[in-house]
């Protein structure tokens, strides 16, 4: 299930470490799960890079082993972690925060486009 947007808000905001990449695709994709190949190619985080970085989200319990496909192992956002319910919270916050600032530049455009009709 490729992503829509390649970085959300959690990237915009904390930058584009490879961690944090990693920690926002599992966040914003956790309806299902996916393998280190699909998550690297969709994060752009390489494999060397991402290996290290997915033994420590394992050993935290961040994300977890769901099944195995052929050759692949398979791992999804682990919702019963409360690291992982933290940081769902924190995004959501994000992204409420940065919806309720679009909101106001619409509204604000709407204001200035309605003077000029008068």
Known sequence: MPMEAKY???VEMLGASPRVKILEFFLIND????????????????RTTLEP?????EEEGI?????TVGRAD???????NKAAQILEG?????????????EA???QKLVVKNRRKK
């Open 31 to 46: 309806t299902y799960d996916y393998s280190r190949s699909h998550v690297a190619k969709e994060t752009e985080v390489s």
């Open 53 to 57: 970085i997915w033994e420590e989200l």
């Open 8 to 10: 959300g808000v959690m």
């Open 63 to 67: 994300i977890i082993r769901t099944r």
């Open 74 to 80: 398979m791992y999804s956002l682990n919702k019963e």
């Open 90 to 102: 924190f995004l959501m916050a994000l992204a409420s925060r940065y919806a309720d600032e679009e």
């Open 105 to 107: 530049k619409y509204k």
